[in-house]
C-alpha cells in the first residue's frame, strides 16, 4: 500500500454524536485512531431525527472536533442508524445459474440478493438497509456459506432483510449534507455495535448483544455464525434519569449526575440509611435522599429494559439458549449491578463488551459508549479489503451507473462480512 487511508465514523445518537476518523497503513496492521469527536446531540429523539439542522450543527462539531485532532478528512464515511423503525424479516431469493458451465461468479450472487429484495412488498414509506444471507442453496446442496465457485443450475439466497423508515433515511441523508459531508453507507447500529465487541466464536456459539444507549437499546442475535435476528426497543438509559428526576422531584442534570456517580442496579448492596445531598450537585437543591431509594428506581427501569429483551428472545424461541450469553455495550451496561440484573432475568452468562483493540489514542475510545463508532470504522475498512477495488461484478456492466455500481457494490461487500 502507497499510502494511508483515512476512514470515518459517525455515530448519531440520542444523548451524544461521536466521530472517529481511524488511520490504515497496511492491510495487516491494526487500525490506528487518529482522530475523536463527541458533543451532546441535538435534534434526535427516540433514535429518529426530529431536527435536521440541529443535527446538522451537531454532526459539524463533533467532526470538526476529530478532524482537527487527526488533522486529516476521510476517504470513506460510515454512519449509524437507530430508530425503533429499524426492523428485520426473512426472505427468499432465487436465480439462474448465469455461466454456460454452470460456475457461480461474484456477478450471481449479487443478482441473488437483488432478487431478494425485489421480491418483498414494502410499504412507500420502507427500504431496504441491508439485505444479509444467512445461506445458500445451490440445486440440492442446501447451507451453503459462499457458493462463489460451486457449479450448478439454480441459486437460492436466504436472506435476513434489514429495513428502515424511508423519511428517516432522507433526514439523515440531509442532515450530512448541511454538515457538509455525505455518507459512502449507512449500517444499522446493533450491526455495528456488534462488528466491534463480538467475536467468531461467540456468534458461532449463539450469543445476543444487547447496546443500552440514551433512549434505545437496540440487540442483535447471532448463531451458528450468522446474524438471526435484530431489533432496537424505544427505551434506554436517559430512561433512568428521567425517573430519578421524577422520584427526586430534581432537575434532569441533577439527576443524570447522582446516576452516574452514585448509581446501582443492585439494592441489595446499598445500605438502607446511607444518604446523598443533593446540595452537593446543585447549591438551589436541599435535602437528603436515599441512596437504597436511588438504587430501586434503577433496578426498575433496568429489569424492563431486559424483560422486553427476553420476549424478543422468546419471539425467536432463544431466550435462555445461547451459550454465547448476553453482551452488554453502551453507556447503560457501565451501571454498576447491571450485569448481575442481566444473568438473572435473562438467565444468561452476561458480560460488559469492550471495542476490539485497536491503535493510535486508544484512552478515549476503549469503552462500550463507542462500540457503535468503532464498529463503523472496521467496516468501512472491511468494505473496501473484501471488494480489492471492484464492486464483486457489478462494475462490469457498463449500462449501470457508476453510483449505483458502488451502491451495490456497497451492500454486497457488507452482507458477506457477516458470514463465517
Known sequence: MSKSRFFVGLDIGSANIRAVIAEETSEDALLRVVGVGETPSMGVRRGTIVDAEAVAKSCHIALEYAERMSGRTS????????????????????????????EVGDDDVARCLGEVEARLSLPLNREVIHAIPKSYRLDD??????????????LEANALVVTGSTAQLKNIGRALEQAGTQADMSVAEPLAAAEAVLHQKQKELGVVLVNIGGSTTSMAVYEDGNLLYLSVLPVGSGHITNDIAIGLRTSIDVAEAVKLQYGTADPREVGKREEIDLNLFDAHEEGLVSRHHIAEIIEARMEEIFLFINTELKSIGRDGLLPGGVVLTGGGALLPGTTDLAKRILRLPAQVGYPKPLGGILDQVDTPQFATVIGLVLLAEESILDGKGKA????AKKEWPEWLNRFLGNIQRFAKRFLP
Open 75 to 102: 476517504d470513506r464515511l460510515l454512519v449509524s442508524l437507530s430508530g425503533s423503525d429499524i426492523l428485520c424479516q426473512e426472505a427468499m431469493g432465487v436465480v439462474a445459474v448465469s455461466r454456460a458451465d454452470g
Open 141 to 154: 446442496q442446501k447451507d451453503i456459506k459462499d457458493p462463489v465457485g460451486m457449479r450448478g443450475v439454480r
Open 392 to 395: 464483486l461484478g457489478w462494475s
